[in-house]
């Protein structure tokens, strides 16, 4: 990708950048990104002292400081597989958590921006301490220290989060490792005993029968703070605090056979003493073979760098670097990503589902159902409970979802939690679902959408107000977008190609808009090209009415889909443009899907052809004005004409339709190295 990125003053297009921290303009963003040919795997401190209560220190791999940037957490953190960051705050009561956009990009100095960052309530919290995401699921589990419990929540929850779940314990929790293969969950417990929660999902979150470890004899005072999970040798690290006020009795135990250990274990090592300088070590986590540890009481970052092996005693650690007050601790590892849902361009892409979304449905049927890609049957469904227009997801599984207040005057995103692998029967809840609205995101009538994973964007058409709206993906709130391009015809969709950081912009004049270096502008440029679908050199006739829109990188094409006149139900089509980085004004198309008369439907039952979505060789078509979700085969080959469709759906007003392929949501063990997170 070779996307820009805005800084203290003006915005720079980056060689080879993936990344994008937003700031600069009228709201006086200063966050800019770290070139990626210099990053490695940073290293996240959290601070909590009297004097830099939620600064996140970024280190580098000599464990420097990099970059210190504002957070709106000072507890646990915890990465998602696309790079973000949560944080726990436990200076109010009830606790709340913070989303941090892309923190290994943060420039220093930084500040949290709500452009960006996305707050979740925490409801009936007390003290949240540690945390832990399970990212199949896309859930959320937090430490609740004073009041005995695990809360859990949606990761995609926003400001009016509610609990999805909470687990009475029988004592408080500091910190919290879990395990999503084996659905198993590690609780660090103050008591100094480390309760396991075998099922701890599947079991609804219960921890009434958890086992019991008690790492060894018992007889001084123990407190366990830190905790990480080694799944591939089934052990555990964990730190002892001991007692909180003397700075020199910390310990670390090593525990072999974790996950089916009970009652008092010795640990395979205990390193402790007066030369490890463990006072209050309160978290820690693993690289491979190597520990670090977050030693408060003593101001610094403790590594042994064979935490596995070796004595037990008073060992010295390997190294040792000053921090005041550090927290907690996460590893940013670099997401390994597909591509961009609507950036697929090959076939052989499995696709597990095709979701669509429907304005309006029948009364009492839900408003969003996966088909299966033979167009045959309802795999699931979902109720939102919207004025839905178009519909995206991200790679993570959460499904996004443009919607209006009916009448086209208020506009809205919702996010729904891993509705892109889950789901099913389910409703929007706000303990893993979150609405972005309000006067600040100036949305009058949202259409269509692209979501780009690795820039962290969202970038939106919005109909009633003629623009393209560029929010971060996570976002929750009264978010104002990060910046805005106007224009003068009103757009319904657009397709983004984030390699050359190129835009495409559907216009209901029945043209396509075209601006170069996009996001590297801040969308500031008036559009560069305009494309006029053509036949025999001449524009397409009127009416025509572009809705649907899909860039192909590996044939430098795009899809277009024709509603003609929103008033004609008969009157649909369906367009390839070849060359599309450079063609301009009036270009033939390659493809043209019409019955040649508007006043029938003809055998490609187009009308309204209001989204198109394509897998790198089958269209998929939400058709409105005949209630039928279509499929067209071979489409960038297709000889035109009046094309029967390959396969169809009877669907009622389907709106927008969207490809999930099955690398969404994947585990912690998929995309991260087991225990680098907490």
């Known amino acids: 990708m070779n996307i820009g990125t805005?800084?203290?003053?003006?915005?720079?297009?980056?060689?080879?950048?993936?990344?994008?921290?937003a700031c600069g303009g009228n709201s006086s963003r200063n966050n800019s990104v770290t070139p990626p040919e210099v990053r490695t795997d940073p290293i996240l401190v959290m601070l909590n002292g009297s004097t830099n209560k939620g600064l996140i220190n970024r280190l580098d791999s000599d464990l420097n400081v990099e970059a210190r940037f504002s957070s709106g957490g000072n507890e646990g953190m915890a990465q998602d597989l696309l790079g973000n960051v949560y944080v726990a705050d436990d200076t109010t009561t009830p606790s709340s958590f913070q989303t941090i956009h892309l923190a290994a990009q943060r420039e220093d100095s930084s500040l949290t921006d709500p452009a960006l960052e996305r707050d979740i309530d925490a409801p009936g919290s007390a003290t949240v301490k540690g945390i832990a995401v399970a990212h199949e699921a896309g859930l959320l589990f937090a430490a609740n220290v004073g009041g005995n419990s695990i809360e859990v929540f949606g990761t995609a929850a926003g400001d009016m989060a509610q609990p999805l779940a909470s687990t009475a314990l029988p004592a408080n929790c500091w910190d919290l490792a879990y395990n999503e293969t084996l659905d198993i969950l590690f609780l660090a417990m103050t008591n100094g005993t480390i309760l396991v929660v075998d099922d701890y999902v599947a079991g609804g979150f219960d921890a009434t029968a958890a086992r019991t470890i008690t790492p060894g004899d018992g007889s001084s005072i123990s407190n366990i703070h830190g905790i990480a999970y080694r799944a591939a040798t089934d052990t555990l690290v964990v730190t002892d605090v001991g007692d909180a006020a003397v700075a020199d009795d910390g310990k670390v135990y090593v525990i072999s056979n974790a996950s089916s250990a009970s009652g008092m274990v010795t640990p395979d090592r205990t390193i402790a003493g007066p030369a490890t300088m463990l006072g209050n070590p309160v978290d820690l986590i693993l690289d491979g073979d190597k520990a670090y540890i977050a030693e408060k009481s003593n101001d610094a970052i403790l590594v042994y760098n064979n935490i596995f092996s070796g004595a037990s005693g008073d060992v010295a650690p390997n190294k040792t670097v000053a921090s005041v007050k550090p927290e907690s601790l996460v590893q940013i590892r670099?997401?390994?990503?597909?591509?961009d849902v609507s950036d697929i361009d090959d076939s052989s892409v499995t696709i597990n589902g095709v979701l669509v979304s429907s304005n309006a449905p029948l009364p009492g049927d839900p408003d969003v159902?996966?088909?299966?890609?033979d167009l045959t049957t309802v795999q699931r469904d979902f109720t939102v409970g919207e004025s839905l227009e178009s519909v995206s997801v991200n790679q993570l599984g959460d499904v996004y979802l443009t919607a209006d207040d009916g009448a086209n005057l208020d506009g809205r995103i919702v996010v729904v939690n891993r509705l892109g692998t889950e789901r099913d029967?389910?409703?929007?809840?706000l303990s893993r679902d979150r609405i972005v609205s309000g006067a600040a995101t100036t949305l009058v009538s949202p259409?269509?959408?692209d979501v780009a994973d690795e820039a962290g964007l969202l970038l939106i058409t919005d109909n009633g107000d003629p623009a393209v709206k560029v929010f971060g993906a996570q976002s929750g709130g009264n978010a104002?977008?990060?910046f805005s391009t106007t224009l003068t015809v009103p757009p319904w969709d657009l397709?983004?190609?984030?390699d050359q950081d190129r835009l495409y912009v559907a216009l209901t004049d029945g043209t396509v808009a075209v601006f170069d270096d996009y996001v590297a502008n801040e969308g500031a440029d008036d559009a560069d090209r305009i494309i006029t679908p053509a036949i025999g050199g001449s524009a397409v006739a009127a009416p025509t009415n572009l809705h649907g829109i899909v860039y192909v990188a590996d044939s430098n094409a795009l899809i277009v889909s024709d509603v003609g006149s929103g008033a004609n139900p008969t009157d649909g089509k369906l367009y390839v443009i070849e060359n599309a980085d450079r063609a301009e004004g009036n270009t033939n198309v390659s493809v043209n899907i019409d019955n040649g008369d508007g006043t029938t439907v003809g055998n490609t039952q187009l009308g309204n052809p209001v989204d198109i979505a394509f897998d790198g060789s089958s269209l998929y078509v939400a058709e409105k004005s005949q209630d039928q979700v279509l499929r067209f085969d071979n489409i960038l080959s297709s000889p035109g004409g009046d094309v029967t469709p390959d396969a169809s759906y009877a669907q009622t007003k389907p709106e927008s339709v969207v490809l999930l392929p099955d690398y969404l949501a994947p585990a912690e063990e998929d995309g991260l190295p087991s225990g680098s997170i907490r």
């Open 425 to 429: 029967g389910e409703m929007f809840s």
């Open 334 to 339: 670099t997401p390994s990503l597909g591509d």
């Open 447 to 449: 259409k269509g959408f």
């Open 6 to 21: 805005y800084r203290n003053v003006g915005c720079v297009a980056l060689a080879a950048a993936i990344s994008l921290a």
């Open 480 to 482: 104002p977008p990060l």
């Open 369 to 373: 159902v996966v088909l299966d890609t």
């Open 495 to 498: 397709a983004y190609d984030p």
